[in-house]
């Protein structure tokens, strides 16, 4: 089973930054002469940035920590750092 967290592409609205943050997961297996595959890609977080702040989000609205997200996905990181605060 492969799993995978990543970025989507970001959405601004009157200067608001929208992030979608997915969880991926494919997994393969052989049964006899055939090989079946599935996978789901379902929403994790987001991460919201406005001039002021930069904030995560999980699923259920509790705030995540951005640095534990970060770990959880590099790529996210470059996003991130591309908008400048206040």
């Known amino acids: ?20 943050v ?18 789901t890609k379902q929403p994790s977080s987001v991460v919201v940035i406005s001039q002021t702040t930069r904030r995560a989000f999980n699923t259920t609205g509790e705030e995540v920590s951005l640095d534990q997200l970060v770990q959880d996905a590099p790529s996210i990181k470059k996003l991130i750092d591309g908008f400048q605060l206040l």
């Open 1 to 20: 089973m492969e799993r995978k967290i990543g970025a989507e592409d970001a959405v601004t609205i009157s200067g608001v930054t929208l992030i979608p």
């Open 22 to 39: 997915t969880k991926i997961s494919l997994n393969c297996q052989r049964i006899g002469n055939s090989i079946s595959c599935f996978g």
